[in-house]
């Protein structure tokens, strides 16, 4: 927007100073600031200026650089609009998604009626003291979940990303004007190769990644001082506690040693004691009443191959997380709520949510710590993934996306797949929605989200969407039926994603 | 703080808009007859404020629905001289939406402010807007919700918030029920904080000797030097 610099500047920062006041942060810093004037070197004459000097040197001024840099992420509040418009301006997309919500709710709600299990109620005693001794044990006993089914599949929540429609847009000049192969019909803002090249300049073919440049393949000499160097860089970034530069840092890939506490430092997810303390609380609401979403937790777990308890635990606290629900102010969605006694106990979660959670658990073993950066990353990025949006990383951006980098740099390949009947979207859905949890080995999904918290956007996953049909497409000219389409892009676990997305980025010809 | 003065100068909740009619929007068709009409993409909208009352504008706020750009032309009547009123450019194709043909900006609200304008928005009659959509991709295009703020002059003597000149000096004394005077004290306080600092930055190794004459300690011998 077009706004007097000055003016919009000086209204940001009013709202951050806004937001931060009474935050917890806020009265660390203002009690610290009262306990340095107990020292000698704080003077009455430079109080001002000694007490901020005692910020900076005991760090405190680094957490609150860390926090306003984290505000600046969210939206700037323009006065005249009213809150929901700041979640979505379009309003065709509020009402979408409220329906879908509604659809989701009223499925959950049958299923409730159907299986004769209540939303939510509370366990009995002895239920619950059998649980929390079981607690470190969870996920190796299997109840009985046959008779629970997902609420709903990707390919339901794709047919109505599908059907979408602007009521303003003329569809009449279609066939002419814009000649779109895919499936998505909103003109959404999405960036093609050459602002891709601009944006994401640090994955260029020239600059070295983690992940390839510290392969063996690279002479011995050239690949420590390379990798020597990384890694000093990215303690120091530790060290000093910078979230910015861990973010930018993050671009190039983390050393496996420290991504934990880089991808913590980035997403500013602190394991100080009021947040082990809510963590305890969450978890005493866990033992205390069942929900019937814990049972699809249970079912989804398994799937995985990672340490099981962790898993359920992370994901049964995250359902009780009323917390989660002060965030749904930046996000059209609001999520189904349950009560129990007049209490809202509960955010709903959707279906597969649980895939976001799973590669977490190789990187983090302390419960509340990793429930910590789970929440944030699932504020910030997952959520987006299954809500109707106009944001650039929400998954309708992601999906429209993909389908115009595919018919602008492969126009032949989508072609083949269209007159086969195949559309590209149906096959890529189901990797998007879940950040390709699940679909790449899991040292190479780690590179992958590396990347999502060091760009701060979902992009990069339309990108290898589109990178892997570019590395698939000989085999994929073939084929000559849906299901040989879906046999060719099966395995996508022996795939390298970094090359892959250099090479369709930085290597295709324009 | 540059930003809460900030806060301070911008248009308070209480300040009305001001009250105006706007006619019809003028949609520009190009072609001669009815049938062979096609949309020009470009819509004029009139905002003619009441009349015999000029407004000095502060800032003018709209929603957007689907217009891509704006320009904001002003006729400003000068009350001292006889002279006609006069149309003045503000703002010039001011862009609304990134992209013409995608959605990014299609619904926002926008403010335009005073110090935004080329010229000075004072002694204004009329304010016309120019929309312009070239894309196709639209059906319709507008702006909504369209709001003028007076500007108002800043009452000087109110310079420094108002909770602060309401904040009245307590000059009674309070009750002491035989407790030393509050001021006395603190001043006795300051003192000997001063002096811990002084001594504090005075430290030496020097002994700090005895008080004792000739090796006894009894009061009623203690020297006075």
Redesign the interface.
């Known amino acids: 927007?077009?706004?007097?610099n000055g003016?919009e500047l000086?209204?940001t920062?009013?709202q951050i100073?806004q937001r931060l006041r009474g935050s917890h942060l806020h009265s660390q810093i203002e009690r610290q600031a009262k306990e340095c004037l107990h020292q000698?070197d704080v003077k009455l004459e430079s109080l001002k200026e000694d007490v901020r000097s005692f910020l900076k040197t005991s760090g405190w001024e680094r957490k609150l650089q860390n926090a306003v840099y984290r505000e600046l992420q969210l939206p700037p509040r323009?006065?005249?609009?009213p809150p929901e418009?700041l979640k979505e301006?379009?309003?065709y997309m509020r009402k979408a998604q409220a329906s879908w919500e509604k659809r989701v709710l009223k499925s959950l709600n049958s299923m409730s009626t159907e299986l004769g299990v209540p939303l939510a109620h509370m366990r009995p005693a002895a239920e619950q003291k059998e649980l929390t001794n079981k607690w470190n044990e969870m996920g190796t006993d299997e109840p009985d979940l046959s008779r629970f089914r997902p609420v709903y599949a990707p390919k339901d929540f794709l047919e109505v990303l599908i059907g979408l429609r602007?009521p303003?847009?003329?569809s009449s000049?279609d066939i002419s004007?814009r000649s779109h192969w895919g499936l998505i019909q909103?003109?959404?803002?999405v960036r093609d190769i050459p602002h891709l090249r601009e944006a994401y300049s640090e994955l260029n073919l020239t600059s070295g990644q983690m992940g390839i440049d510290d392969h063996a393949l690279i002479h011995p000499a050239v690949l420590c001082t390379h990798s020597l160097f990384c890694l000093h860089l990215s303690c120091v970034v530790v060290m000093e506690e910078d979230s910015a530069a861990a973010q930018q840092y993050s671009r190039q890939g983390c050393p496996t040693g420290l991504r934990a506490d880089l991808w913590a430092l980035i997403l500013n997810a602190t394991n100080q004691p009021q947040d082990v303390m809510h963590y305890e609380q969450l978890k005493a609401g866990v033992i205390q009443h069942n929900l019937l979403v814990d049972n699809l937790i249970y079912k989804v777990s398994y799937i995985y191959l990672t340490p099981p308890l962790l898993f359920s635990q992370v994901l049964l606290c995250f359902s009780r997380d009323t917390a989660v629900l002060e965030h749904f102010k930046y996000n059209s969605a609001t999520p189904p709520k349950s009560y129990i006694q007049g209490e809202i106990i509960s955010v709903i979660p959707f279906h597969g949510f649980s895939m976001y959670v799973a590669p977490l658990c190789f990187l983090y073993n302390e419960p509340s710590k990793l429930y910590n950066v789970f929440r944030e990353m699932y504020i910030r990025y997952f959520f987006r993934l299954h809500s109707i949006s106009?944001h650039p990383s929400g998954i309708l951006s992601l999906c429209l996306q993909f389908e115009r980098l595919l018919q602008t740099h492969l126009p032949q390949l989508f072609y083949h797949l269209r007159q086969i009947g195949v559309q590209p979207l149906r096959l890529a859905f189901k990797w998007m929605v879940r950040a390709f949890s699940g679909y790449l080995s899991t040292d190479q999904l780690l590179l992958l989200w590396d990347r999502i918290l060091g760009y701060d956007s979902l992009e990069v996953v339309a990108v290898l969407a589109a990178a892997v049909f570019a590395f698939r497409a000989e085999n994929l000219m073939e084929v000559t039926s849906l299901a040989s389409a879906e046999a060719v892009l099966a395995d996508l676990s022996t795939l390298k994603v970094m090359p892959l997305i250099q090479v369709f980025l930085f290597a295709t010809a324009m | 703080m540059?930003?809460?003065k900030?806060?301070q100068t911008?248009t308070p909740d209480d300040t009305k808009p001001v009250n105006f009619t706007v006619k019809a929007p003028v949609y520009l068709q190009i072609g001669d007859t009815k049938a062979d009409t096609a949309h020009s993409g470009v819509c004029v909208v009139d905002v003619n404020l009441p009349f015999g009352k000029p407004v000095n504008i502060e800032e003018v706020?709209f929603?957007n629905?689907?217009t891509a750009y704006v320009t904001v032309r002003l006729l400003r009547r000068n009350p001292e001289q006889e002279a006609p009123a006069k149309w003045c450019t503000a703002l010039r194709d001011?862009?609304?939406m990134?992209?013409p043909?995608?959605?990014?900006?299609?619904?926002?609200?926008?403010?335009i402010?005073r110090?935004?304008m080329q010229v000075e928005p004072d002694h204004v009659v009329c304010v016309r807007l120019i929309l312009r959509q070239p894309s196709?991709?639209?059906?319709?295009f507008s702006l909504e919700?369209i709001?003028i703020f007076p500007h108002t002059e800043p009452d000087p003597e109110k310079e420094v918030s108002d909770w602060l000149s309401d904040l009245t000096l307590i000059d009674q004394h309070p009750d002491l029920e035989g407790l030393p005077d509050p001021q006395t004290v603190s001043s006795s306080i300051q003192q000997m904080w001063a002096l811990t600092?002084v001594m504090?930055t005075n430290q030496t190794t020097a002994s700090i000797g005895r008080f004792d004459v000739d090796g006894c300690y009894d009061i009623s011998l203690l020297s006075l030097t």
Not at chain 2, 101 to 111: K, L
């Open positions: 927007m077009q706004q007097g003016i000086s209204l920062i009013a100073i000698p323009h006065p005249p609009a418009h301006p379009l309003a602007n303003n847009h003329d000049e004007a909103v003109p959404l803002n106009s | 540059e930003a809460v900030m806060m911008m706020t929603k629905y689907y001011l862009p609304l990134d992209n043909h995608t959605e990014r900006g299609s619904q926002d609200y926008y403010t402010h110090t935004q196709l991709a639209w059906l319709t919700d709001k600092e504090q």
